[in-house]
């Protein structure tokens, strides 16, 4: 059975940083996408990054050059390293893992796999 764990989130100032992780467990995950979402009060759930298994890596716009992701195959674990963090980035955040290969890869229900979420919350 496939479980993604997500951790690292908490409260931060404006400006500040903070890292998430995420275990994965239950296969192995190398040849798989990976990556997160995340979701605000009132809103739809969001693409963030992904991480594909050849290194590539994608950003939605709103945390590009903010937001780094990176993942150690060995570990089958997957990060998000986010800096220079604003109200706006205030949400729930969830590790996903995409095993289809599908081309929509920033829409929700391309992703095979969703971890529990972890709250990140940026105060003003």
């Known amino acids: 059975q496939v479980q993604l764990v997500a951790s690292g989130g908490g409260l931060v100032q404006a400006g500040g940083s903070l890292r998430l992780s995420c275990a994965a467990s239950?296969?192995?995950?190398?040849?798989?996408?990976m990556g997160w979402f995340r979701q605000a009060p009132g809103k739809e759930r969001e693409f963030v990054a992904a991480?594909?298994?050849?290194?590539?890596?994608g950003y939605a716009d709103s945390v590009k050059g903010r937001f780094t992701i990176t993942r150690d195959n060995a570990k089958n674990m997957v990060y998000l390293q986010m800096n220079s963090l604003n109200p706006e980035d205030t949400a729930v955040y969830y590790c996903?893992?995409?095993?289809?290969?599908?081309?929509?890869?920033?829409?929700?229900?391309?992703?095979?796999?969703w971890g529990q979420g972890t709250q990140v919350t940026v105060s003003s």
């Open positions: 239950g296969r192995t995950f190398s040849s798989y996408r």
């Open positions: 996903v893992v995409d095993k289809s290969g599908g081309s929509d890869w920033y829409l929700p229900r391309t992703w095979t796999y």
């Open positions: 991480a594909w298994s050849g290194g590539s890596t």
